[in-house]
């Protein structure tokens, strides 16, 4: 297979699972618990055909991106968000202080700062510049949501419901491949390299796709905290 081929069985595949989870996600009616979740399957959706249809206006096609990584972005924290709440009424506790947030998210953005040394280009046209930047902002900011909910979790010894555990599993694991895939798209890679960073990272979020359709249709017997 030729490496556009790769990459179109890889979107159509994306496609079938999105629509798959989505549909399982209405049928369960798990969008009553989780609803920014199911917010984000439909706008995966409706991304993947409005960035199709931007290839076709080359002009519009950077734009676009910048404005579907924004959202992409803001959907992912806000989930992170919706997990944390979901993990407090599980275990049936007080939400954390804003201090313990404060704390933890402000130790996670040193650790993410840290494994990312940013490169911003001073030579390169405006949209481009301000690509390579919100790219990085991005990326990092979801690492740290992650984090502090990771820590806050373990700290205070915090169970979780299998579905919700399965869902950031999923939605984690492509926040670090999509952080990986960052730092080195900003090191000088070569153009080959690059594009076979973006069909790991595809590939990553094909796997989440997976784990979630797997929370969705696994009928979990729920748990005494």
Same mark, same amino acid.
């Given at each position: 297979? #030729? ?8 979107? $159509?595949?994306?496609?079938?699972? =999105?629509? #798959? %989870? ?7 009616? !798990?969008?009553? &618990? ?26 519009? *096609? ?7 990584? /924004?959202?992409? @972005?803001?959907?992912?924290? /806000?989930?992170?968000? =919706? ?6 009424? *599980? ?17 996670? @953005? %040193? ?19 301000? *690509? ?5 902002? +991005?990326? &990092? ?6 984090? !502090? ?14 579905? =919700?555990?399965?869902?950031? #599993?999923? $939605?984690?694991?492509?926040? +670090?491949? &999509? ?6 798209? #900003?090191?000088?890679? @070569?153009?080959?390299? *690059?594009?076979? $960073? ?15 359709? +797997?929370? !969705?249709?696994?009928? %979990?017997? =729920?748990? !005494?905290?």
């Amino acid at each position: 297979m #030729t490496l556009d081929s790769i990459d179109l069985a890889m979107w $159509l595949l994306a496609v079938l699972l =999105e629509g #798959t %989870v989505l549909a399982v996600v209405l049928w369960r009616r !798990t969008y009553r &618990t989780l609803p920014v979740f199911a917010c984000f399957l439909g706008w995966c959706l409706l991304s993947d055909a409005g960035m199709a249809e931007m290839q076709r206006i080359p002009n519009a *096609y950077l734009p676009a991106t910048l404005v579907n990584m /924004a959202v992409d @972005a803001l959907f992912q924290i /806000a989930i992170l968000a =919706e997990i944390g709440r979901a993990v407090v009424r *599980y275990n049936r506790t007080a939400p954390p202080s804003r201090v313990i947030i404060f704390l933890l998210g402000g130790l996670a @953005a %040193v650790v993410a700062m840290m494994l990312n040394w940013w490169r911003v280009p001073g030579d390169w046209p405006l949209l481009n510049l301000i *690509y390579i930047v919100l790219l990085q902002f +991005l990326a &990092t900011l979801r690492l740290v949501f992650l984090l !502090t909910l990771v820590w806050w979790t373990s700290l205070f010894k915090l169970r979780w419901h299998p579905r =919700e555990l399965r869902i950031v #599993t999923g $939605l984690g694991l492509y926040i +670090l491949v &999509t952080f990986l895939v960052v730092v080195l798209h #900003t090191h000088d890679m @070569a153009s080959m390299q *690059y594009h076979w $960073l973006d069909q790991f990272l595809v590939a990553s979020y094909l796997w989440a796709l997976c784990l979630w359709i +797997l929370a !969705t249709t696994t009928k %979990v017997a =729920e748990q !005494t905290p």
